[in-house]
Structure formats: structure tokens, C-alpha cells
């Protein structure tokens, strides 16, 4: 295993597990993704739960090696990845709010 390989994936899912933190804690959203989130604190959520179901995903998986005992954990870990991303395109769409019936004018 080359361990440039190893440290490029754990600095890319700890700047995700960060961006997520970031979002949750401080309402923060970096700057390129910034005109398309609406709700911040769900994009958040979906960004720590795909950062954790990726690290799972690679480290029971390709990164660890030929071993397949631990391959269904791992594929578990792709699917929480998933559900993340989905999570976090949730974070951009406006929610549900009721409708309020316009106000009467020439009052």
C-alpha cells in the first residue's frame, strides 16, 4: 500500500468531516457551493454522514487489501456515503412551508 495514497484519503475525509462541522456548528457553507444551499444544517448532516460512510467504504475496502471478510461492512459504508450525498442535495431544495393565503388589499 502506498501511503500517499492513504494520506490524501484521510485529508480528504477529514476537510469533508470538517466542511460538515463547519456547516452545523456555524450555518458556514464553502463559497462554491454557497448560492445553491438553502438549508445549511442538512447539507451539514449529509456531508458528516457521507464523510463517515466513505472512510468506512475505503478503509474496510481497497485500502486495507485483498481481504473480503470485511467486504459487506464496506459496502455498507458506500451505501451510507450514498445516503449522504442524498442528504446533502436535500439541503439544497427549499423545504415544504404552508401556504398562507394572500393578505386582503385595499385595507
Keep these: 500500500m502506498h501511503w500517499y495514497f492513504v494520506a ?3 485529508l480528504v475525509v477529514v476537510a469533508q468531516a470538517g ?3 463547519a456547516a452545523l456548528t456555524k450555518y458556514w457553507i464553502p463559497p462554491w457551493v454557497r448560492p445553491r444551499v438553502v438549508r445549511p444544517k442538512l ?3 449529509g456531508a458528516l454522514t ?3 460512510g466513505w472512510s468506512l467504504f475505503m478503509f474496510l475496502g481497497p485500502l486495507r487489501g485483498p481481504d473480503a471478510s470485511l467486504m459487506p461492512y464496506a459496502l455498507g459504508g ?3 456515503f450514498i445516503a449522504g450525498l442524498v442528504v446533502q442535495m436535500a439541503g439544497q431544495r427549499p423545504g415544504r412551508r404552508p401556504m398562507v393565503p394572500p393578505a386582503p388589499e385595499g385595507r
Design 78 to 80: 458506500m451505501a451510507l
Design 19 to 21: 466542511l460538515g462541522t
Design 43 to 45: 447539507w451539514g448532516w
Design 50 to 52: 457521507g464523510s463517515v
Design 8 to 10: 490524501g484519503a484521510v
